[in-house]
Nanobody
Framework: QEHLAESGGGLVQPGGSLRLSCTTS????????MAWFRQAPGKEREFVGH????????YYADSVMGRFTISRNIRANIVYLQMNNLRSEDTAVYYC????????????WGQGTQVTVSS
């Protein structure tokens, strides 16, 4: 497991943009996939998208396809979530998670960062 820390959340108007960052603690950790999840009040945690650490291929939930982009800086061990054209329904706590090589699921999680989309 590794320690993850999200940042970049805040209040934004509908149609606006935010970029979240997820910093990792261990540059030697063998990371397979990094993902973003979100959880809105009263709802279950929802998968947003992921990026393969090696190769950089990405996959997104239908609800954010075309609006959100995940990228990574391998040298700095940071994963980003660029969110454009934000909607009120994007309001949630956003979490990053990592899946180590050989792990069957995401076994490291950050504490989350609040994103509120409101006018």
């Amino acid at each position: 497991q590794e320690h993850l820390a999200e940042s970049g959340g805040g209040l934004v108007q509908p149609g606006g943009s935010l970029r979240l960052s997820c910093t990792t603690s261990d540059p030697t950790f063998s990371r397979y996939t990094m993902a973003w999840f979100r959880q809105a009040p009263g709802k279950e945690r929802e998968f947003v998208g992921h990026i393969r650490w090696s190769g950089g291929s990405t996959y997104y939930a239908d609800s954010v396809m075309g609006r959100f982009t995940i990228s990574r800086n391998i040298r700095a061990n940071i994963v980003y979530l660029q969110m454009n054209n934000l909607r009120s329904e994007d309001t949630a706590v956003y979490y990053c998670a990592s899946q180590g090589v050989g792990a069957s699921n995401y076994n490291s999680w950050g504490q989350g960062t609040q994103v509120t989309v409101s006018s």
